[in-house]
C-alpha cells in the first residue's frame, strides 16, 4: 500500500515546506531539536535522510544517558558510575525497541499516519530530547549524589530529573501538532506515557543503578517496578 | 489478507466511505476476522504466559472465541437497533464497523504484545510465598487491564468515529453507540465468566474453564458477593 498517497488530503492541507537549505542537516539535527524543534518535526514529517537523522539523533541519545547515568552512579563510587554510563542508555534503548511497534499503531489509531521511516525518527528525537534535559541536568545529579548518603533521596532526585526530560518530549510533541501531518497527536502522547512505564520497568530490570551489585552487574530476580521503588524507601543509607 | 487491516489502521476514512457505499463483500470480512484471530492468539498467549504453558494454549485459543463468539451472539441485536434508530446501515454494514473497531482494538493488542511479555519476563516471579505470589498476580492483572483498556477505548472510539460517517445524517448517533457498547460489555462480562480463567491465579489448578463456571453468572456473583462485600466494608 502507497502511504504516500494515503496521506495525499493531508499533505495538500500543510503548509509549504522548509526549503531543503533551510532544513537541519543530519550533523545539525541535535542542535536543532535545541534551539528550534520546530525544523525537527518538518524534518520528521520530509522523511528525507530518515536513517542518518534518527541514527544521529540516537547516538546523541546515547552519548547523552551514558553522560547522565556517570553523574548519577557517582552516589556509589566511580565502579557504579561506569556501570551506570553503560545502563543508563541500555535502559533508555531498550524502552524505545520495545515500545517502536506501539508508537506506528498509537499515532495511527489516533489520526497521524506515520510511516515507519518518520516513526523511527520520532522515536529517536523523543529520546534525544529527554537525553538534552538529562545532560543539561547532569551537574545537578552530580552534586546531590556525591553529597548525601541517603539512597532515597538520591533515587527520588533521578526520578523527579527524568520525569522533567519526560515533560520536555511531551512538550516536543505537542509541537508536532502544529504541522497538519501531526495535528492529531492524542495517540503518540499515549505512547509516551507508556515508554515512561516500560522505561521505570527496564531501569528495574537492569537493577541495582545506584548501588554496587553484590556479584557482576545485574541483581537478577523478577521484581515489578513499583515494588522495587518502593522497596528503595526501606532500605538503610549507604 | 492484511489489506484490509492495514486499511483501517492507516485510512479509515476510505474504509468508512468502502462500508458506506456497500463497497466491501462478505469475503472481505475475512481479513479482518483473521486479523483479529492472530492480535487475539497472540496476546492471549502472553495474558496466560506467566502461569503455565498449558494455559497458554487454553487462552490463545479462548480470547479470540471470547472477542469473536461476543461479536456473534450481539450481531442481530446491532442490526436491529441500527434499523430502529434509522442508521440505515445493512446486516453486512453493522458487522464490517463492529469488526473494524475490533481491528483497531486487535492493531493495539499486537503493538503491546511486547510490552506485555517484558513486564511478564522482568517482572512477575512465578515462584515464591503467598504473598509474593499474590503480589505477582495483582501486578500482571493491573498490566493487562490497563493494555485491554487501552485497546477497548481505541476500539470504542474508533467506533464512534465511524459510525458518524457510515450512517444517515438524522440517526442519533450517541444511542446507537451506547447500545452496542452495553451489549457488547453485558454479553462480553458473561463469555469472559464463562471463559476463564485468562491470567491464571497461582492459587487455583490451571483448567480449560473452571469446573463451576455454568453454576451462576457474571451478574450473580456480582450482586451477591462483590456488591455486599463493598457495601459492608468488608465485615
Known amino acids: ?238 | 489478507m492484511l489489506a484490509l487491516p492495514v486499511l483501517v489502521l492507516k485510512d479509515r476514512a476510505a474504509f468508512w466511505e468502502r462500508v458506506r457505499t456497500q463497497e466491501l463483500h462478505w469475503s472481505d470480512l475475512l481479513g479482518l476476522a483473521a486479523f483479529i484471530v492472530i492480535s487475539c492468539v497472540v496476546y492471549g498467549a502472553v495474558l496466560a504466559g506467566w502461569r503455565s504453558p498449558q494455559l497458554v494454549l487454553y487462552v490463545a485459543v479462548k480470547l479470540p472465541l471470547l472477542f469473536l463468539g461476543t461479536t456473534t451472539l450481539v450481531a442481530g441485536f446491532n442490526w436491529m437497533t441500527a434499523s430502529l434508530l434509522g442508521s440505515g446501515l445493512s446486516f453486512k454494514s453493522t458487522v464490517f464497523v463492529v469488526f473494524a473497531a475490533m481491528t483497531i482494538s486487535g492493531w493495539i493488542l499486537l503493538s503491546l504484545a511486547p510490552v506485555a511479555l517484558f513486564f511478564l519476563l522482568s517482572g512477575v516471579p512465578v515462584v515464591g510465598s503467598h504473598d509474593v505470589l499474590r503480589t505477582a498476580h495483582n501486578s500482571i492483572l493491573v498490566t493487562h487491564i490497563i493494555i485491554l483498556s487501552l485497546a477497548g477505548f481505541g476500539g470504542n472510539m474508533a467506533l464512534l468515529k465511524g459510525l458518524r460517517r457510515v450512517v444517515r445524517p438524522r440517526c442519533p448517533v450517541g444511542s446507537l453507540f451506547a447500545s452496542w457498547v452495553l451489549a457488547f460489555a453485558f454479553v462480553g462480562c458473561q463469555m469472559s465468566w464463562i471463559l476463564r480463567p485468562f491470567v491464571g491465579s497461582p492459587f487455583y489448578p490451571v483448567a480449560w474453564i473452571r469446573p463451576d463456571c455454568l453454576d451462576r453468572n457474571f451478574y450473580e456473583f456480582v450482586f451477591r458477593e462483590v456488591l455486599p462485600y463493598l457495601l459492608t466494608g468488608a465485615k
Open chain 1, 1 to 238: 500500500m502507497n502511504e504516500d498517497s494515503m496521506n495525499k488530503s493531508l499533505v495538500n492541507s500543510m503548509p509549504p515546506p522548509l526549503n531543503d537549505d533551510h532544513m537541519p542537516k543530519p550533523e545539525n539535527i541535535v542542535t536543532a531539536l535545541l534551539k528550534s524543534p520546530e525544523a525537527v518535526v518538518e524534518v520528521i514529517a520530509n522523511g528525507k535522510n530518515a536513517l542518518r537523522n534518527g541514527l544521529t539523533l540516537l547516538a546523541a541519545a546515547v552519548v547523552f544517558h551514558a553522560i547522565f547515568g556517570l553523574a548519577m552512579g557517582l552516589f556509589g563510587g566511580w565502579p557504579v558510575a561506569l556501570m551506570d554510563a553503560v545502563k543508563g542508555p541500555l535502559t533508555a534503548l531498550c524502552a524505545l525497541t520495545l515500545c517502536y511497534p506501539a508508537l506506528y499503531v498509537f499515532a495511527c489509531v489516533g489520526g497521524a499516519p506515520l510511516t515507519f521511516a518518520r516513526a523511527f525518527v520520532l522515536g529517536a528525537s523523543c529520546l534525544a530530547m529527554q537525553g538534552l534535559i538529562l545532560v543539561g541536568l547532569a551537574p545537578v545529579a552530580w552534586l546531590f549524589s556525591v553529597s548525601t548518603e541517603s539512597l532515597s533521596f538520591v533515587t527520588m532526585l533521578v526520578v523527579c530529573i527524568w520525569g522533567v526530560a519526560l515533560s520536555f518530549a511531551v512538550r516536543f510533541i505537542a509541537k508536532l501538532q502544529e504541522h497538519a501531518l501531526f495535528s492529531k497527536a492524542a495517540g503518540i502522547k499515549t505512547w509516551l506515557f507508556i515508554l515512561a512505564l516500560v522505561t521505570l520497568q527496564m531501569a528495574t530490570c537492569l537493577r541495582p543503578m545506584l548501588t554496587s551489585p553484590k556479584d557482576g552487574w545485574w541483581t537478577g530476580g523478577k521484581l515489578f517496578f513499583l515494588s522495587h521503588f518502593s522497596s528503595t524507601f526501606d532500605e538503610p543509607r549507604r
